[in-house]
């Protein structure tokens, strides 16, 4: 993390109880949960004029031994949250609003053509 953010939250997955509900070690589930967390949170931040940026190259163990991860956890990925240095760009402004309608197209069936 080249900036300093004021917080990070650390997002870990529990691999032993993953494999105790059944997933095998190389299951994309967890993966799934540990990004849909991190999405939920960098929203949630955004909705309260909080900067988040999620930083996945750093050392797991590293992170694991500074944090005291219990055993069997595996730190995934990191959110740095903070505000703007000052000084720094400022925040993207004055585009139109986006809708869902702009991040959608309807392509109907062969049939319909």
């Not at 500074?66 to 995934?76: A, I, S, Y």
Request: hydrophobic share 45%; with cysteine; charged share 20%.
């Amino acid at each position: 993390m080249l900036q300093h953010p004021a917080a990070a939250i650390t997002i870990c997955t529990d691999r032993r109880l993953a494999a105790e509900y059944g997933f095998p070690p190389d299951a994309a589930g967890p993966d799934v949960d540990v990004g849909t967390a991190a999405a939920t949170l960098m929203l949630a931040a955004h909705a309260l004029n909080i900067g988040a940026g999620p930083v996945t190259s750093f050392s797991r163990a590293a992170v694991g031994v500074v944090l005291r991860v219990p055993d069997g956890w595996c730190p995934e990925l990191v959110v740095r949250l903070g505000h703007p240095a000052h000084g720094g760009p400022a925040p993207l402004r004055g585009r139109p609003r986006t809708t869902w309608r702009d991040l959608t197209t309807w392509v109907p069936p062969e049939a319909e053509r």
